[in-house]
């Protein structure tokens, strides 16, 4: 993503609409802006929009893993549960959030997001690869 972000950011012309910023939430805003429909790139990065907008899909997890807290235990069975915390601070109001996954679903997780960011890496290193050549 920030290959693909400080790449763009070169493009003559083009990339002077390109954002770089710190956090990564922000870097996929970023990039998602100038991919969208009305990006300074929407012509050469549909493929790569579709592609982040699938991954993205699971950025409630990223919050969780970045900025909550765990507790794991395991079951009689030996699957194991994890719940996550997270507090975060909505229009001056504590916002109390917990989420609880399940081993199952939990490898279910990680292979999705596995298929996702190969599918997203490869594509975003084909745009670089296509607009820096």
């Not at 970023?30 to 991919?35: E, H, R, S």
């Not at 929009?49 to 069975?77: N, Q, S, Y």
């Not at 199952?104 to 190969?118: F, N, P, V, W, Y």
């Amino acid at each position: 993503m920030t290959e693909t972000l400080l790449s763009l950011s070169t493009v003559p012309e083009k990339g002077a609409a390109v954002r770089l910023r710190h956090l990564t939430g922000q870097r996929f805003d970023d990039i998602a802006a100038v991919l969208g429909t009305e990006g300074a790139f929407a012509a050469e990065g549909k493929a790569a929009f579709k592609a982040i907008d699938a991954f993205r899909a699971h950025e409630r997890l990223r919050t969780f893993l970045a900025h909550g807290v765990a507790k794991i235990a395991v079951e009689r069975t030996d699957k194991w549960i994890v719940v996550y915390r997270q507090v975060s601070i909505r229009a001056r109001q504590a916002e109390r959030t917990m989420l609880l996954v399940e081993e199952a679903e939990g490898l279910e997780m990680l292979a999705d997001i596995r298929r996702k960011s190969q599918q997203l890496c490869s594509i975003l290193a084909n745009l670089r690869h296509q607009l820096v050549k």
